[in-house]
């Protein structure tokens, strides 16, 4: 490492802390920027996240302000890590004060409501950057485990390659292993379907289908995410790696993972608000579904799964009924 870089971490929910954290174990200075102050506060003081990382000792060179622009002072790189849907309106407040070279580096797993944009889109939008100054983190990455330093893989994927190998040397850690990748499409549409699918699991376990249905959901989820991946001019390559069957097999079989415990939830007959009230982070597939349906129909591709879980989430279709509909759907080849 030639010099000590600076990182900016823009949320302070378990999974921004939890990258913090590698960063800062691979020698960073992190600053995460929250908006609460008492929070901020208690990771200065105490060296903990209590509300979302509770017990997990936080690194010396890693620190916590409400000041976006004290924040991003000298950041090398701007981590950002909001619920997908308010990414918008929060960095065009953040903006003005983003370092001219800064690499913008998005750990949120959505499509954004209404324009059906990936995040990385969003980021060069409103930041006004080009492709190569925007990289993705992904994968099986469940930020309980991660803090835990429990071992992970990862892929950081950029446009220009050397700016994900400049990233990748600064997330390496003991327990946090990234991989290169320039195909950024298809590592976020794998990130975000993958919440989606990872709900309709979770319909399915807390119906008590078993895992043969689980494993025919994770599958079948998996060729709905190629389709669109394909479309929209993606590697297909990039499905079977970390980002895609990785990552939705992470989130499919943890309890860990907050869509697939809302879908638990759902599946067990519990409404769309009740769910909500007993799941305390946000559970990005339950918006992201919208949009990913949307994402399929402007190009042309079936996303069954995806349909059925749009259905038991916002159409209040019962579950039974929507297992029965996908089950009986038109029988034909595997590859197509």
């Known amino acids: 490492m030639t010099h000590r870089a600076k990182a900016a971490v823009f949320g302070t929910g378990s999974w921004g802390t939890a990258f913090g954290m590698v960063l800062a174990d691979a020698g960073c200075d992190v600053t995460l920027w929250g908006r609460r102050a008492e929070l901020a506060e ?31 002072d000298g950041a090398d790189f701007t981590v950002l890590a909001v619920p997908s849907q308010t990414l918008r309106g929060n960095l065009a407040a953040w903006a003005p004060s983003l ?5 913008l580096v998005s750990l949120m797993k959505g499509i954004e409501l209404g324009s059906a944009k990936r995040m990385s889109e969003v980021v060069q939008e409103v930041a006004g ?16 485990e991660i803090a835990q330093r429990r071992p992970a893989a990862a892929v950081v994927a950029c446009r220009d390659e050397a700016v994900a190998q400049r990233l990748q040397s600064f997330c390496h850690t003991p327990y946090f292993r990234p991989y290169t990748n320039t195909d950024v499409i298809g590592c976020e549409l794998g990130g975000a379907v993958k919440n989606v699918i990872g709900l309709a699991v979770g319909i399915a376990d807390g119906m008590g289908l078993g895992d043969n249905a689980k494993g025919s959901l994770i599958t079948r989820g998996l060729a709905e995410t190629t389709r669109l991946g394909l479309a929209m001019g993606a590697d297909p390559l990039t499905f079977a790696g970390l980002a895609g ?3 939705l097999v992470a989130t499919c079989s943890s309890p ?10 759902l ?3 519990m409404t769309l608000q009740e769910t909500i009230a007993v799941t305390r982070q946000t559970a990005e597939g339950v918006k992201s579904c919208e949009s990913v349906l949307d994402l399929a129909r402007r190009h042309g591709v079936d996303m069954p799964i995806a349909e059925t879980v749009v259905g038991i989430v916002h159409e209040g279709k019962p579950p039974v009924v929507a297992l029965k509909e996908l089950m009986s759907r038109t029988a034909k080849p595997e590859r197509r």
């Open 42 to 72: 208690a990771v200065n003081t105490t060296r903990a996240n209590p509300d979302y990382l509770p017990g997990i000792e936080l690194p010396a060179n890693l620190r916590a302000t409400t000041d976006p622009a004290e924040a991003l």
């Open 256 to 265: 860990l993972s907050r869509n697939h415990t809302f879908g638990v939830n």
């Open 245 to 247: 069957l990785g990552d």
């Open 129 to 144: 950057v080009p492709a190569e100054r925007v990289a993705v983190v992904t994968g099986p990455n469940l930020a309980k």
């Open 99 to 103: 370092p001219a070279d800064t690499v």
């Open 267 to 269: 599946g067990r007959g």
